[in-house]
């Protein structure tokens, strides 16, 4: 359901299908305009495709290791985005035809983009190290507009003078008088500036990121750009969502039986629910698998109460705790083709990999289980995951570009090679935009706000080797904290909130006495999709009671922290 722009024969014009193929997509949105993407390897890029969308402008991904200014020329945009990226275009840039930013389009380079806007009109690009102020930025910053004209500024138009803007950034824009300067914040004496001479002021750029919520007026400034800049004309808001998802479910399940990887939160949800829809509530064609092992206190109750008790879909909770155990212990593990020597599985990625291998036996042994209580082949069973687009990208997949995408961490439920067909009908999508489609369906609210919690469960949640006693531990205090934070409103007031047991001991005196304990860290945070998130600024004396319960109820803990990081540059989870 990812669609990416790519040429396949580089050096050749792209195939007369493909044009085609776009040209029935802008018929079928009632438009002939289309903004093209280049992603250079962003975690944010799907965000800035969501944001041009919501504007009711067509947007299409682009490859940029395959695409040429002849393509780009080909499919005519009336505007061209730069995405951000791992690469730096000082030691390692990223594959992008630079002869595309000489064809006069409007473009806007985000972070990596406009840096290499500015390398190609001949501005310097540094390392932050060796600029005046020596700091890399990110999290959240003030930026302050300086240029006031609204011709040469067009992008910042009816916008306040200083705003917050999130960065991430290691490579710096020097000024220079290739450019004009439209911003600057503390640290980035370029934030965002416009080719200067006549024949680059079609190029733009920003080193913040304007599509996540951290940047404020970020779809003010995209939409600046859409319609200021690139002039669209034909906002079109495509069909909803929900439809074109359940009718695309209709035609890939078609008379096949389903199995779905329940959790009870708001993906593996809504998934269901378009199931539901799609196969019009007809009994007997779709289990729910829910895997009984590393999951919250209160998973197990909800799935039950939503799940348990309906016509359509049959539930079948496995305890797969004894396999899991098994698996993070010195056993050697079979993943995906080789025997792998013994080791400890005591890194994350370690423990992730254990985990995925788990989770993948457990749903092929109900698939064979399912498909011969119905007395049909395996090949006639269809395994449906509630996979987002943030976990394809933070395993490095996503839209398929030539451009490097860093492996933020490994996803339980990407790159599994199930023997059966695999459907992901949220892989385009991220926490928010998944919510909203769950409620065009009428999935009840308390699972859509539920917290989102990862895939492996608090076995990430669980620093080095992953015991029953640790297990026991990480439940007894999440199930202090999500009551603490739900006894006194907080609860729906933070995007997600969770604990982690840390293999750090502390010294503490429990009864007199001197003694060892265990470190917890518990965290909340405030987002929207996940891709960045902020610290929740909660009272002190609340946090104070949280860790005194922890350490009061919890004979193995010592101490418990809260804690304050961003995401930028942090991860929400610590594994």
Known sequence: MIYTLTNKNPGFPISAAIIAQIDEEKRVRHTRE??????????????????????????????????????????????????????????????????????????????????????????????????????????????TITEDSSSVNALFRGLPRMMDVLESHGDCVQPSPKLTILATTENAPVAAARGAAKEHQHLYGVQFHPEVEETQFGSRILANFCFGVCGAKESFRAQDEAEIKTEWLRQEIGDKLVVIGLSAGSDSSTCAHLVKKALNDQPGRVLGVYIKATDRPEDEEFVRRHFGNQDWIELKVVDATSQFLKALRNQPWWWPSKWCPLQRRITMKQKRRAMKRVYHQVLEDEITIFAAAKNRPRDEVVIIQGTLYTDLCESGHGYNTGARRATIKEHHNVGIPFSVKELCPLDDCVKDNGRNIGRAIGVPEELLTRHPFPGPGLIVRIEGEVTADKLRIARAADKIWIDELRDKGFYHKVWQAGVFVTQSGTTCTKGDDATSGLVIIFWAVNSTNGFTARAADLPMSFLRRVSQRMTNEIREVGAAAYRTSDKPPTTIEFG
Do not use: N, W
């Not at 806007?108 to 890399?136: F, H, K, N």
């Open 34 to 143: 289309m903004i093209l993407l280049f992603g250079l390897g962003s975690q944010f890029d799907h965000l800035i495709k969501q944001e041009i969308e919501k504007l009711g402008v067509f947007c299409m991904v682009a490859d940029p290791a395959t695409i040429s200014s002849d393509d780009v020329k080909q499919v005519a945009p009336i505007g061209i985005i730069l995405s951000g990226g791992p690469s730096s275009v000082v030691d390692e840039p990223p594959p992008l035809d630079k002869t595309i930013l000489g064809l006069g389009i409007p473009t806007l380079g985000i972070c990596l983009g406009l840096q290499g806007i500015a390398q190609y009109v001949g501005a310097e690009v540094t390392s932050a190290s060796q600029s005046p102020s020596g700091y890399r930025e990110f999290g959240t910053h003030i930026a």
